[in-house]
Nanobody, 122 residues
């Protein structure tokens, strides 16, 4: 499985961005978006089940971020609205590469994209 994340950039507080993660290979599994800010541990931002019917968000992004997927295009999206400076991080997409329904731990994810940088200025 290969994952290619894109869509990051430099924005101002309150702006929006949409991240995309294009997958190739065996891709019909749950997908997740993680982020890692400088000096901090990588954290799960959101995850979506294989069908797209179930999602999970970390509390800090609930109501602002939306994860979605288009299985026909093998692509997962993270729509980020009302961005804040604390959202600044490198964002990674990942997949467990197996039938885990809605994995919440980084160790459950086997395949990772290269990361895309999101910078939110105040």
């Amino acid at each position: 499985v290969q994952l290619q994340a894109s869509g990051g950039g430099l924005v101002q507080t309150g702006d929006s961005l949409r991240l995309s993660c294009a997958a190739s290979g065996r891709t019909f599994y749950a997908m997740g978006w993680f982020r890692q800010a400088p000096g901090k541990e990588r954290e799960l931002v959101a995850t979506i089940s294989r069908s797209g019917g179930s999602t999970y968000y970390v509390d800090s992004v609930k109501g602002r971020f939306t994860i979605s997927r288009d299985n026909a295009k093998n692509t997962v999206y993270l729509q980020m609205n009302s961005l804040k400076p604390e959202d600044t991080a490198v964002y990674y997409c990942a997949t467990p590469g197996g039938p885990t329904y809605l994995p919440l731990l980084a160790k459950e994810y086997r395949y990772w994209g290269q990361g895309t940088l999101v910078t939110v200025s105040s």
